[in-house]
Nanobody
Framework: QVRLVESGGGSVQSGGSLRLSCVGS????????MGWFRQVPGKEREGVAS???????QYADSVKGRFTISQGNAKNIVYLQMNNLKPEDTAMYYCAADTLTPSMTAIQALRAHLYNHWGQGTQVTVSS
């Protein structure tokens, strides 16, 4: 059974930084894609960043230059370094993972419906 566990959320002031972590278990993807998504109540889940087993990364325009997705020394860990946080970054952040498929090309990797495995989420709150 695939399990993803996020951590690292919290409350920070505008301009601050946080690093989210996602630890995965129960899967043996040869080729995979892992992504970070966020959601606020009443809105659709938004893709933030993705990283696949070929080391291709995608970022939403709203976070480019501020957020960085990376992989730990163990391939089942993915991080999201968030710098220069803004109040509009406030959301529940989710980690997702699935087998890398041809449909996950370029910015398509940020589409939530392509992922079948999700973590429980970690809250990020940015105050002005």
């Amino acid at each position: 059974q695939v399990r993803l566990v996020e951590s690292g959320g919290g409350s920070v002031q505008s301009g601050g930084s946080l690093r989210l972590s996602c630890v995965g278990s129960g899967y043996t993807y040869g080729s995979y894609c892992m992504g970070w998504f966020r959601q606020v109540p009443g809105k659709e889940r938004e893709g933030v960043a993705s990283l696949d087993s070929d080391n291709r990364m995608q970022y939403a325009d709203s976070v480019k230059g501020r957020f960085t997705i990376s992989q730990g020394n163990a391939k089942n860990i993915v991080y999201l370094q968030m710098n220069n946080l803004k109040p509009e970054d406030t959301a529940m952040y989710y980690c997702a993972a699935d087998t890398l498929t041809p449909s996950m090309t370029a910015i398509q990797a940020l589409r939530a419906h392509l992922y079948n495995h999700w973590g429980q989420g970690t809250q990020v709150t940015v105050s002005s």
